[in-house]
Structure formats: structure tokens, C-alpha cells
């Protein structure tokens, strides 16, 4: 599960977004001049140290963008030009934001959210009262395979292709930048508040 904590973050998440988006490769011939939000959904890191956001933005042109950032208490080891920015939190001190599709962490998470037919994390409000439900307006689900068994990403290589990025390890991962109605039959699918009906957002190569 997720557990959100009334804080203050500076950069905002949008603002980050809106600063960065507009230079990558997946980006090109996409209209970033404006971005807005649309939804979002969370995996669950099971050792409890990343936290793993992924972004659905509308943008200028009517298109929809796919962002997954990935939140760490520490720089990751190696991580090179993979940072985006650091944040400030003012419960959770100073945060680590990277390209979520760089981070071994997100990709095992999401191959396992595919291929055990998984979703998106629960998220709760952190109250004085204890954690109290949250209703999330993205909702995503893996078509699962249960014959093949769940890869790792230690030595990961992500490749931009046009709107696509891909992620190779064990396997390959293909997350669509801009969700679309594929047929791909191992895959995750979503839908967000406009988008009624599942889109595929990424797909096992």
C-alpha cells in the first residue's frame, strides 16, 4: 500500500514534470508546451525503501503522456543522468526523483504486476486517527502468465524508441508513453478519469 502524509514538496510533482518532460526522446513531436494531470497510480516496492509513482498527463496536442518517477531517501548508486531533480519534503526530509523506467526497482515491479495479474497499490491518508482509505482514480491490471517466471532487472538497459521505452533485463518490458489499444496479450491495461475504457500501458516483450 501507498500512505500519503499531509506535507508540503518542493519542486511540485507537476512542476518537475513540466520542466523535464519537454527534453527527452519520447517526447519528441509531442506538444509539452502545456501539461495537466489526468491521474496516477503506485507500485508497492516490498522492501519499503522506493516509492514508485507513475504520471498520466494530458498535453497540448490531446495526447496522453506516461511518466513513471520513481522517489528514493538516498542517490541511487550509479544512477548518472538518470536523476531528475531532488525534492524537498517537509515530512520526509530530502527525496531522490528519478526516471522511473531507469530504476531496477520499478521495472521488477511492474513485470510482476503483469505477470501475476497484479494492480495498482492502495493508497491511504495518514491521519491522527490512524490510515484511512483512499479512492484513487487510476486503476490499472495485469493480464498475468503464470508459466513464466518473474525476471529481475539487476543489470537493466532502457532503450527510447520513438513514443516507446524499453527496459531489458531478464526480459524485455515495454512501456507505452502513450497508452494505446493494443492487443499485446501479456500486458498492463488502464483507465483514468476520461479514459473509461482499459488502454494497454505496457506490454512483455
Known sequence: MAVHVSATIVPGKLELLRAWIPDQPWAVGVDTSS??????????????????????????????????????????????????????????????????????????????????????????WSTEDGLILQRGDTHVQGSSSPSRDLPTFDRLVVINQDTTTQMRGDTTL??????????????????????AVPLLLAAIG
Open 35 to 124: 501539461l495537466t494531470r489526468l491521474g496516477s497510480y503506485r507500485f508497492d516496492d516490498p522492501a519499503g525503501e522506493v516509492g514508485m509513482e507513475t504520471h498520466l498527463l494530458g498535453t497540448a496536442d490531446g495526447r496522453v503522456l506516461q511518466v513513471p518517477l520513481t522517489y528514493r531517501g538516498a542517490p541511487r548508486e550509479a544512477a548518472g543522468s538518470t536523476l531528475i531533480t531532488t525534492m524537498t519534503h517537509t515530512v520526509l526530509g530530502q527525496r531522490w526523483i528519478y526516471d522511473g523506467c531507469t530504476d531496477h526497482v520499478y521495472a521488477t515491479a511492474l513485470a510482476a504486476t503483469i505477470l501475476t495479474g497484479g494492480r495498482e497499490a492502495d493508497l491511504y
Open 174 to 195: 515495454i512501456l507505452y508513453r502513450t497508452p494505446n489499444q493494443g492487443t499485446e496479450s501479456v500486458g498492463l491495461t488502464g483507465i483514468w478519469p476520461g479514459q
